[in-house]
């Protein structure tokens, strides 16, 4: 007896924005609505998705490494025992590590924007993103081990995450430009990933990363990309025991029927053909928009 091994792959939309963000448009119900949603994957590459049932403009930045700890000079990754969340006070940080472990090893991510989003909060960055004295040559501590040695914020890691930042909030604009929509239309923001599910929404705003606009309307979704696999997953499941059964019965063209059931259950064609990929390298307004979202 013969057996067979079921296997979807996602399309992907463009060279940068692949099926796992197609896979992620899947998860946010709101793209099958009219209103205007955005969904965000921040990492390296900023992903982003703009618009509704109708219409889709995606696209991709290069946000380099710093969302990631990448770059930072005391960074990690999202582990147990990294700074996740920073308030200061008196000049002094107050810090919060995933799981709580102590001490700390070092700065992820989330906690960088989380820091970023009270040095400024304090003024001790100023609107072009300088450190002010005495911090501006030695850095701001954030934790300081038995061993005297100090995990702390640098004037370039600064910089890195301006740079990150920049890059997506001017693609962010780009695609609100090419939809043809103001920010406050926007009724939705997905933010998936582990980095967006776990950013607070206050610091994403006055860090610069997303416009004021989008206050209250911040939807943290985690694992977008799997979310929409599992509903593939279950899609193909339910297309499988359907065309099984019309081959028990020995009905006829069993496999037209079995296109359209699972073109009518998982959505994928359609998201593919009401989307158009924005070239950010190739748009006039690119440059302005990140040199002017460079600032705080």
Known sequence: MTSYVWTTIVPGSSDFVGGDIVAGILSCAGFETSDICLLLDLGTNGEMVLGNKEKLLVTSTAAGPAFEGGNITCGTASIPGSID????QNQKAI???IK????PVGICGTGLVSAIAQLRRNKIIDEQGNLRYPYSQNGFTLWTQDNGESIKLYQKDIREFQMAK???RAGIEILMLEYGCQAEEVRQVYLAGGFGTNLSADEVIATGILPEEFRNKII???NGALCGAIQ???TEIKAREWMQEMILNEEKNAGEEFEKQII??????????????ISLAEHNSFSKLYMEYMEF
């Open 85 to 88: 969340k920073v308030k200061i």
């Open 95 to 97: 810090i919060k590590t």
């Open 100 to 103: 709580n472990e102590m001490p």
């Open 166 to 168: 920049s890059a997506v």
């Open 220 to 222: 943290p979704i985690g």
């Open 232 to 234: 593939i997953g279950i």
């Open 264 to 277: 009518q259950l998982s959505k994928i064609k359609n998201i593919k053909n009401r989307t158009k990929n």
